[in-house]
């Protein structure tokens, strides 16, 4: 009897403490479950710095998926040196809903053009300092109670954000771009924050899929990716939706038809410390996200105190798989490098006469 290889897979998506790489960052770049990295602003110093820095990890593994938070508004991270201040995603709803102020049709319209022009702009300048995926867009619907949300939703209405995700998603791709759509199911209708607790969801499934999760059926075939939320929807599962294998591979992957990669959201954040009602581990966290059916596991923010945590993570999915604990959906690494860009981006210098980019500023909001 011949034991079979597991499918080689690199799941983890961790971060770095600084501006330059150090000898730990290194070597856990090279470690063969990582598979990207998430940046944040104590990354940023200048465009050189960075453009440095994500060239430094490309030489290291040129596979290595560069990731950030840069939505617009107050969820971006890079605002300095001719980076452009992208406005909250709101900022395109309420244009939306100023249709027919200047003649019939006139605000939607709009409001579709610069959404584009802000993910052309968004995506341009990201991949002209190395980085290559966007966490973005928000597809949240703003029901006007959640903090954490907030501006970062486009509308209330399912309808406004698919189209105007969709118009987003659209100048990503003019930029070489893919996207991430997140937070699945929804993340607006509930108030708790899950960076610091466990919010619960008490609608129905089919309340749920007729508001909340619309914007995911009606993109299907247009997100790359997904993020799922760290809140319970108790009528639906007890475990919140990045651990649960009804809500990622039942509804989102079977019913919704969505064919990309999905991300867990970070495993440091409260909603995603219990499990069960029981705080775990995150290694056992991350286990339960890639066997419910997350391609890959974000661990944040643990680098900044010597990276013990993500250490005993590496080595934890190492032995969980080794042991079985959890093995690797066959197309999840497919799924990764899909994200890939697959273009050469311009340099700042090459995109500040580009065309294209330039009219895309124009018509920024």
């Known amino acids: 009897m011949t034991t079979q290889t597991p499918?080689?897979?690199?799941?983890v998506v961790l971060d770095i403490a600084g501006l330059t790489l150090d000898a730990h960052d290194r070597r856990r770049l090279k470690h063969p479950l990582v598979g990207g990295l998430i940046l944040f602003a104590r990354n940023w110093h200048s465009r050189l710095?960075?453009?440095?820095?994500?060239?430094?990890i490309k030489s290291i593994r040129p596979d290595m998926l560069v990731c950030v938070d840069h939505e617009g508004g107050r969820v971006q991270r890079f605002r300095t040196d001719g980076f452009t201040h992208l406005p909250p995603m709101r900022v395109l709803g309420e244009m939306w809903m100023d249709d027919g102020k200047r003649g019939s049709g006139d605000g939607a319209l709009t409001a579709t053009d610069a959404a584009t022009a802000a993910g052309h702009v968004l995506g341009a300048e990201l991949r002209?300092?190395?980085?290559?995926?966007?966490?973005?867009?928000?597809?949240?619907?703003?029901?006007?109670?959640?903090?954490?949300?907030?501006?970062?939703?486009?509308?209330?209405d399912a309808r406004v954000v698919a189209l105007l995700a969709k118009s987003l998603m659209h100048g990503l791709l003019r930029a070489g771009m893919h996207n991430c759509g997140k937070h699945f199911p929804?993340?607006?209708?509930?108030?708790?924050?899950?960076?610091?607790?466990?919010p619960i969801d008490g609608r129905s499934l089919k309340a749920i899929l007729a508001d909340d999760a619309k914007?995911?059926?009606?993109?299907?075939?247009?997100?790359a990716s997904v993020m799922p939320a760290h809140v319970v929807y108790p009528k639906v599962d007890a475990q919140p939706a990045g651990f649960s294998p009804r809500w990622l591979k039942e509804i989102l992957r079977q019913q919704l038809g969505f064919t990309g990669a999905v991300f867990s959201d970070d495993l440091s954040m409260a909603g995603a410390r219990r499990?069960?009602?029981?705080?775990?581990?995150?290694?056992?966290?991350?286990?339960?996200?890639?066997?419910?059916?997350?391609?890959?596991?974000?661990l944040c923010n643990q680098s900044v105190d010597g990276g013990a945590a993500v250490d005993a993570l590496l080595d934890g999915l190492h032995d969980s798989q080794a042991q079985g604990h959890w093995q690797?959906?066959?197309?999840?690494?497919?799924?990764?490098?899909?994200?890939?860009?697959?273009?050469?981006?311009?340099?700042?210098?090459?995109?500040?006469?580009?065309?294209?980019?330039?009219?895309?500023l124009e018509r920024l909001p």
């Open 49 to 56: 710095q960075l453009t440095e820095l994500t060239a430094e």
């Open 186 to 198: 929804g993340h607006g209708f509930v108030k708790a924050d899950s960076h610091l607790e466990v």
């Open 275 to 298: 499990v069960g009602g029981v705080e775990v581990s995150y290694t056992e966290a991350a286990c339960v996200a890639l066997n419910a059916g997350c391609d890959l596991v974000l």
């Open 215 to 223: 914007p995911y059926e009606w993109l299907s075939t247009s997100l």
């Open 7 to 11: 499918t080689p897979h690199a799941p």
């Open 128 to 156: 002209a300092c190395g980085v290559d995926l966007s966490f973005t867009p928000v597809l949240d619907l703003d029901h006007g109670g959640s903090g954490v949300i907030g501006d970062r939703a486009f509308h209330r």
């Open 328 to 360: 690797p959906d066959p197309d999840s690494e497919a799924r990764r490098l899909g994200l890939l860009p697959q273009t050469a981006p311009l340099t700042w210098d090459e995109l500040m006469h580009d065309s294209g980019y330039q009219r895309a």
